[in-house]
């Protein structure tokens, strides 16, 4: 009986060993960012979704010839833009985030032509925050276009950021060893960009979809 246990768990391994392959690539295309928070009593604000950019290198490992372990390493955009209902007072946000989406990658189909399915976890550390818009000077009451950095504010910002990832795409390959991948990504959120240093909570977040290309190598 131990011998048996010890043959089939020989053959498991042998199988799975048979399918493993590598791979490694790079991807790019557009995402557009949808910000929610809670106006409190700025009933006259809004916020809208914006586009912005995505890139980044991918490396997976097939642990069968349907199922591999995928991991990404990309430049991610968050954009948004909030303003006023009744006066032209208008924020555009370009946020820049690092992430590191971990993910289980299955596929199905041909030898040619697969469609894909990736779920798992994302970690991310926000990079850099600009805005540009107009605004009005309170003293003279006048308005002001403006382009400028945002500043980091340790008591207020948090940079770190972890969440939920699942994308579907088809992959086609094109060249042996070579394939390229168009996938649909969501990227959901589940940390506050804002810390909660106030009496009043203000959970503030992010829920990215990205459209991307990509092409890789299978070793």
Not at 22 to 45: K, L, R, T
Not at 84 to 99: E, V
Not at 117 to 126: A, H, P, S
Not at 197 to 205: A, G, L, N, T, W
Request: aromatic share 18%.
């Amino acid at each position: 009986m131990k011998k048996k246990k010890w043959l089939l768990a020989c053959a498991m391994m042998f199988s799975m060993t048979a399918h493993a392959q590598w791979h490694i690539g790079v991807s790019a295309g557009g995402d557009y960012n949808v910000f929610s928070m809670n106006n409190q009593y700025q009933s006259d604000w809004t916020s809208e979704g914006r586009w912005g950019g995505t890139f980044g290198v991918m490396g997976q490992y097939d642990v069968l010839d349907w199922l591999g372990i995928r991991a990404d390493l990309n430049w991610t955009q968050k954009n948004y833009r909030r303003h006023r209902d009744r006066i032209p007072i208008d924020y555009k946000y370009y946020n820049h985030y690092l992430q590191l989406p971990v993910m289980a990658s299955m596929s199905v189909g041909g030898t040619k032509l697969r469609g894909f399915v990736n779920l798992g976890v994302y970690g991310g550390y926000w990079l850099k925050s600009q805005r540009d818009g107009t605004d009005m000077n309170l003293f003279s009451g006048k308005y002001y276009t403006f382009s400028e950095d945002v500043k980091f504010n340790s008591e207020r910002d948090q940079r770190w950021d972890c969440g939920l990832v699942g994308g579907v795409g088809l992959e086609y390959l094109f060249a042996p060893h070579w394939a390229a991948q168009l996938e649909v990504r969501y990227y959901y959120s589940l940390t506050s960009v804002q810390k909660q240093y106030m009496h009043v909570k203000d959970y503030r977040y992010n829920a990215t979809t990205a459209i991307q290309v990509g092409v890789k190598y299978g070793f």
